[in-house]
């Protein structure tokens, strides 16, 4: 159970388009469509902003979209927004039932 | 409104044992799943262990096999997890967090506040 591997940050002005990847294995990312995105603010819960890796909650703003390829999943961000600063975390399904976490990722607004 | 309160952290000893509980209101806790997730001081997020809506199905990460036991009471729209043998190691806030059932697989939709657990001498 290895965390999927996350760039440990990415920033973008105001306005901008940015991408988080998330890479994992063919026996997690790669074999499932069970890719979720969380996102942490300090001191705060994870708060979930796309599950089955393109879909959103209700209320999550469309400015948030999922993708996959292969073993890499990716989330995007457009529109950046002074609020969209945070933590963020994929999170796979794996063969064995079980559930891994990225390594996280701080997204910082220039 | 749904809400998940995490209780029963602390400072405990190594080798003490420590019991979670999670208090679940605004929905039909009965037809969720449910999960623990911690995270270390500092560090990323960690699944720990999870159980079906009627307590059957349970699954655990490897780091929580043997030390770790989930259970539920849909009676008392409760989740617990009871930790033996704790180490420094599993010093870290837990979160309990609700299953998404509008996902096709484990998804967490709701989290609690989380309660801190810190192991030390």
């Known amino acids: 159970q290895s965390a999927l591997t996350q760039p440990a940050s990415v920033s973008g002005s105001p306005g901008q388009s940015i991408t988080i990847s998330c890479t994992g294995a063919s026996s997690d990312v790669g074999d499932y469509n069970y890719v979720s995105w969380y996102q942490q603010h300090p001191g705060k819960a994870p708060k979930l902003m796309i599950y089955?890796?393109?879909s959103r909650p209700s209320g999550v703003s469309n400015r948030f979209s999922g993708s996959k390829s292969g073993n890499t999943a990716s989330l995007t961000i457009s529109g950046l927004q002074a609020e969209d600063e945070a933590d963020y975390y994929c999170?796979?399904?794996?063969?064995?039932?079980?559930?891994?976490f990225g390594t996280g990722t701080k997204v910082t607004v220039l | 409104e749904v809400q998940l309160v995490e209780s029963g952290g602390g400072l405990v000893k190594p080798g003490e044992s420590l019991r979670l509980s999670c208090a679940a209101s605004?929905?039909?806790?009965?037809?969720?799943?449910m999960n623990w997730v911690r995270q270390a001081p500092g560090k990323g997020l960690e699944w720990v262990s999870s159980i079906g809506s009627g307590g059957a199905s349970i699954y655990y990460a490897d780091s929580a096999k043997g030390r770790f036991t989930i259970s539920r009471d849909n009676a008392k729209n409760s989740l617990y997890l009871q930790i033996n043998s704790l180490r420094a190691e599993d010093t870290a806030v837990y979160y309990c967090?609700?299953?998404?059932?509008?996902?096709?697989?484990?998804?967490?939709?709701?989290w609690g506040q989380g309660t801190l657990v810190t192991v030390s001498s």
């Open positions: 999170s796979s399904h794996t063969g064995s039932s079980t559930q891994v």
């Open positions: 605004g929905f039909s806790f009965r037809e969720y799943a």
């Open positions: 089955d890796v393109s």
């Open positions: 967090a609700r299953d998404n059932n509008d996902a096709k697989a484990r998804t967490f939709d709701y």
